[in-house]
């Protein structure tokens, strides 16, 4: 091959190399897609063409100085959108802010929107918010309306600043009555985990933009769960108990029956497994047996325990159990063989009929 044709190919390569070598680095396409903020929460969604590592920084302003200010750091990847949402800490002094996010990669400023913030008389909605509870189970919003509209209600639940849950109802009719909203966790919570609620209300206008108010709430995810206490059977066979699961943090635990004599405040405690996990809704029986217990009225206490024997719930009662019948005293000294084995299987029956509500 001629020198003069080599240098030609050998040129065209590094132009094609290059080429591929700029277009890899060239700068990702940063696009804020949507931004909101009121004085109570912030939130903003962005858009890449490339997985970059990402900062939002989130300003309050008023008349040009600042007021607040917060920074999230978050991943971006190609082609999926991100939110990020920060609660606002200062309480507010004027009627008028300007927020504004701006994006960075590293120290590299990539994008930024100001977003007109209204407080007081000119962002008050048609209704007051009455009751506002989240739950180890779900959240619970009761609204109040000083005049008819609708409303959209998103009710988000945030790991931080990340959205990790939000559900939607729409068109919600405020008119006289007070309306309440119901919404479960659809999966299971991290105990001991700090969460927070954030609702957001767009009250629907004629001729304008929907008028947006949000309202937060915190709650750590625990265990709970609930005694029944109409399906609590205690008699001089033993004790059931139906338990019901009331939050989204699994429970494994015990239950631990406690029965104190009053004539001689000798106890005895009984503790068995809960068979199933218990979460929201779901329900479980467990029952003990006496063993070596005397006649005589007894103090029954009935604790629900989990596995770091923390008390969750509690259930009372008392109990007597009654002399031995005048039959037993009766019963001739001598017996047929399994005489006993056969009194013992029968007293597990009528106390296994008692479990299952014969």
């Known amino acids: 091959m001629h020198k003069s044709t080599q240098k030609v190919i050998l040129n065209v390569i590094f132009l094609a190399v290059s080429v591929l070598i700029l277009a890899s680095s060239a700068s990702a396409q940063v696009e804020i897609s949507d931004f ?3 004085f109570t929460t912030s939130d903003v969604t962005v858009n890449s063409s490339k997985d970059i ?3 939002a920084v989130f300003e309050l302003s008023y008349a040009g100085n600042p007021v607040e200010s917060h920074e999230v750091l978050f991943n971006i990847t190609s082609g999926k959108p991100v939110t990020r949402v920060i609660i606002w800490q200062n309480k507010p002094q ?3 802010y300007t927020a504004k996010v701006s994006i960075y990669n590293g120290s590299k400023f990539l994008t930024s929107r100001s977003y007109e913030v209204s407080y007081g008389t000119a962002s008050l909605p048609g209704f007051h918010v009455v009751d506002f509870s989240p739950t180890n189970s779900g959240v619970q ?5 000083f005049n008819p509209s ?3 209600i998103k009710i988000e639940l945030l790991d931080n600043n990340s959205i990790v849950y939000t559900k939607t109802n729409e068109d919600v009719s405020l008119k006289t009555l007070p309306e309440e909203i119901k919404t479960t966790w659809p999966f299971l ?3 001991n985990k700090n969460y927070i609620v954030r609702v957001k209300i767009f009250t629907h206008r004629l001729y304008a933009q929907p008028l947006v108010n949000t309202y937060v709430a915190y709650f750590t995810a625990t265990n709970d769960v609930e005694i029944l206490a109409d399906d609590v059977q205690v008699d001089e066979y033993g004790a059931s108990v139906t338990v019901r699961g009331k939050s989204q943090v699994p429970f494994d635990g015990f239950i631990v029956v406690t029965a104190r004599s009053r004539a001689t405040n000798e106890t005895q405690v009984y503790r068995t497994q809960m068979e199933e996990i218990l979460v929201s809704g779901k329900e479980d029986t467990a029952g003990v047996v006496w063993k070596g217990i005397a006649p005589g009225v007894y103090d029954v206490e009935i604790l629900a325990v989990n596995k770091e024997n923390v008390t969750i719930d509690k259930y009372e009662t008392a109990l007597r159990i ?3 019948s005048n039959v037993s005293k009766s019963v001739p000294a001598k017996r047929t063989p399994g005489f006993e084995a056969l009194l013992f299987v029968i007293t597990l029956l009528l106390f296994s009929r008692r479990l299952n509500g014969a």
Do not use: C, N
Not at 141 to 145: F, G, K, Q, Y
């Open 322 to 324: 009654p002399e031995y």
């Open 53 to 55: 590592q990402a900062k």
């Open 94 to 96: 004027y009627d008028y």
């Open 36 to 38: 909101f903020s009121d």
């Open 150 to 152: 609708a409303v959209d």
């Open 189 to 191: 919570l991290t105990g």
């Open 141 to 145: 919003l009761l609204l109040r309306p």
